[in-house]
């Protein structure tokens, strides 16, 4: 399987209920990042969380981060039907020249029913 | 603040021809990546460019190819196009080095290329 694998493939919820989406990874990393996509469209960068860090927050967005065992976990809290869209998690491996390239997985695709 | 934007949106190709697209960086950024998201999957990294260079590659063939200008635009080229080359591809600029603050990487919108 790919590097920064997420779980579940697919997740709906109600308007208002908290959403829970699960990233695992491989290899080492710098530091993992949380994108947004709507409907195949760009992506847009939510939150990232360094390697030396275990929580971020930003507005309804949770981020933990756990190197141990190489998994990451985005909350969203009081979800919207405008947070539908699908959710990505990369990783980010910084090589000595400093040069970076993110591993993307397959997505969790978010549906919130109003 | 201009963000990421890509040329064209969309693009239908058939088997065999060749194909350019087009990506101007952030405001303020010196490095671009490609990426090729195909429908249901996760974007693959293509390459990297830095100083008009091809700094990074990912396990692409060299049918893909690229370049970067002095203003630090880049075009992605595809030759000898195949079905399954259909996908999204998503430019990406950011900062180069390893200094926090340089370690997001903002995406395009994309172009959209059918290969029939």
């Known amino acids: ?114 | 603040d201009a963000g990421v934007t890509q040329s064209p949106t969309h693009l239908i190709k058939t088997r065999g021809q060749q194909v350019t697209l087009r990506c101007s960086p952030k405001s303020g950024h010196d490095t671009v990546s490609w990426y090729q998201q195909a429908l249901g999957q996760g974007p693959q990294f293509i390459f990297q460019y830095y100083e008009e260079e091809e700094r990074q590659r990912g396990n692409f063939p060299d049918r893909f190819s690229g370049h970067q200008f002095p203003n630090y635009s880049s075009e992605l080229n595809v030759n000898a196009l195949l079905l399954g080359d259909s996908a999204l591809y998503l430019c990406a600029s950011s900062l180069r080095g390893p200094d926090r603050g340089r370690d997001t990487q903002y995406f395009g919108p994309g172009t959209r290329l059918t290969v029939l």
């Not at chain 1, 949380?34 to 927050?57: A, C, D, F, P, T």
């Open chain 1, 1 to 114: 399987s790919q590097q920064g694998e997420e779980d579940p493939q697919a997740l709906s919820i109600q308007e208002g209920e908290n959403a829970t989406m699960n990233c695992s990874y491989k290899t080492s990393i710098n530091n993992l990042q949380w994108y947004r996509q709507n409907s195949g469209r760009g992506l847009v960068h939510l939150i990232l969380i360094r390697s030396n860090e275990r929580e971020k927050h930003s507005g309804r967005l949770r981020v933990t981060l756990d190197t141990s065992k190489k998994s990451s976990s985005l909350l969203i809290t009081a979800s919207r039907a405008a947070d539908t869209a699908s959710y990505f998690c990369a990783t980010d491996s910084l090589s000595d020249t400093g040069r970076r390239a993110l591993t993307f997985g397959s997505g969790t695709r978010l549906q919130v029913q109003p």
